[in-house]
């Protein structure tokens, strides 16, 4: 049988690496409109976000959400919502991303307790989807469809 890579590479996939954080946190490296950040890859997170402090960083045009975000730091927290946006991942591209915008202030907190360093924000479930992604955990690496 052909190796995941060699299988991935044939439909077309490019292969992402991934940085494991003393957190087992995987860290991937994106664009967004342009802009190089660091994020935590988190298959459990609906949505990709960014937090507030990064909005002018990034270019993002935000408006008002109904959206109310939960996670590691409570719930209930507030929310805005930028959308057509661009995002680029290793060779993989798409446009008109949404992303949420909110308070990552204790999901950095609590990576520095840990000795690792901010994340801009999270790569989640939707452009993952989007994406077609498939992680080789034992690899640490993504593969994404072209």
């Not at 664009?31 to 960014?50: E, H, Q, V, Y």
């Not at 408006?63 to 507030?78: F, R, V």
């Not at 907190?109 to 790569?123: C, F, Q, R, S, T």
């Amino acid at each position: 049988m052909a190796s995941l890579k060699k299988f991935l590479r044939n439909k077309n996939y490019i292969q992402i690496p991934l940085i494991v954080t003393q957190t087992d946190h995987f860290e991937i490296g994106a664009k967004i409109n342009g802009i190089p950040g660091r994020f935590i890859l988190d298959t459990g997170a609906s949505n990709t976000c960014i937090g507030f402090d990064k909005v002018d960083t990034f270019k993002l045009v935000s408006e008002a959400s109904e959206i109310k975000a939960a996670g590691a730091g409570g719930t209930n927290l507030e929310t805005l919502i930028s959308t057509k946006n661009k995002i680029n991942i290793g060779g993989w591209k798409k446009k008109k991303i949404k992303i949420v915008l909110f308070d990552l202030v204790h999901v950095n907190e609590a990576l520095v307790a840990h000795n690792v360093a901010p994340v801009d924000g999270i790569i989640g479930a939707d452009v993952l989807k989007k994406a077609k992604a498939v992680i080789d955990y034992d690899k640490s690496c993504v593969y994404l469809k072209q």
